[in-house]
């Protein structure tokens, strides 16, 4: 079984403990971390994290599943959601959970990369209505980890709650160790996350430009296009530095101001 939680104030974790689900007014939880942690989100930092601000692409069936699991009403409980970086998995899971709270549900995102995490954090968990766990592939190798999962899987189910599960990879791909995890991983629905096409891209850096309220033309969508990754993740990132400067300079973004920053970012 996972070892104990440090006492407060001891190890990597916040002066306090992992709390339950504490429901506010209308049944909300009150923040969507785990014992204070603050989850960054995948696609850009000041990116919010909600549906609307994720091209669906050809990944609209996702959507539509995640936001399926984060209604009380929801009948397919576990979620298995693989891809490649620069995807928007990790944005795609914070999305879901605060779809939850919306809908007055405890839930909460849990970053499995997060320095010093320790198997023992999946303790209690059942008592949320909705968990996801993102990056398994950083703790999928290790005995204690797949243990703790094994058993916060059958906890969840046999309290009928709803757990999403982010990888790079299928679970049939992971080298899981042990054969009942494995199982696990397979109860419920598995979805793909496809990237973005060229065109999908171009609506991406529109849609991200219009509500930062920043004026990014079609010469400018074209330039970053042709010499940057065509990964949301990156895209989204490089918007982020570029409203900034924009900001800074006080006018709309130049190309000699975008050259520079794909520079900055390659240096």
Not at 202 to 231: F, N, Q, S, T, V
Not at 233 to 255: E, F, I, V
Request: charged residues 20%; aromatic residues 6%; proline residues 9%.
């Amino acid at each position: 079984m996972p070892a104990p939680l440090p006492a407060p104030g001891q190890g990597p974790w916040p002066a306090s403990p992992i709390p339950g689900p504490e429901r506010g007014e209308a049944g909300h939880t009150p923040s969507g971390g785990i014992g204070g942690l603050q989850l960054p989100l995948a696609l850009s930092p000041s990116a919010e994290s909600d549906f609307s601000a994720y091209l669906a692409g050809p990944n609209a069936e996702v959507i539509a599943a995640l936001m399926a699991w984060a209604s009380p009403a929801a009948t397919d409980g576990f979620i298995y959601l693989h891809g490649p970086s620069g995807t928007g998995k990790s944005h795609l899971l914070q999305a879901a959970c605060q779809a939850a709270r919306q809908e007055g549900l405890a839930a909460a995102c849990l970053p499995l990369d997060h320095p010093g995490l320790e198997p023992a954090v999946f303790e209690a968990l059942e008592d949320w209505d909705r968990i996801a766990l993102d990056g398994l592939e950083a703790v999928i190798g290790q005995a204690t980890w797949a243990e703790a999962l094994f058993h916060l899987y059958n906890r969840l189910r046999e309290a009928g709650r709803g757990l999403l599960v982010a990888a790079r990879s299928p679970a049939a791909e992971l080298g899981i160790q042990l054969p009942d995890l494995a199982s696990r991983l397979t109860w419920g629905a598995t979805y793909r996350l496809r990237p973005l096409d060229e065109q999908d891209c171009a609506a991406l850096l529109r849609h991200a430009a219009r509500r930062r309220g920043l004026k990014l033309g079609e010469e400018a969508i074209a330039y970053l296009l042709k010499r940057c990754p065509r990964e949301p993740g990156y895209l989204l990132g490089l918007l982020g530095r570029l409203d900034r400067a924009s900001l800074t300079h006080k006018k709309r973004p130049t190309l000699p101001l975008i050259r520079a920053l794909i520079e900055e970012s390659r240096g």
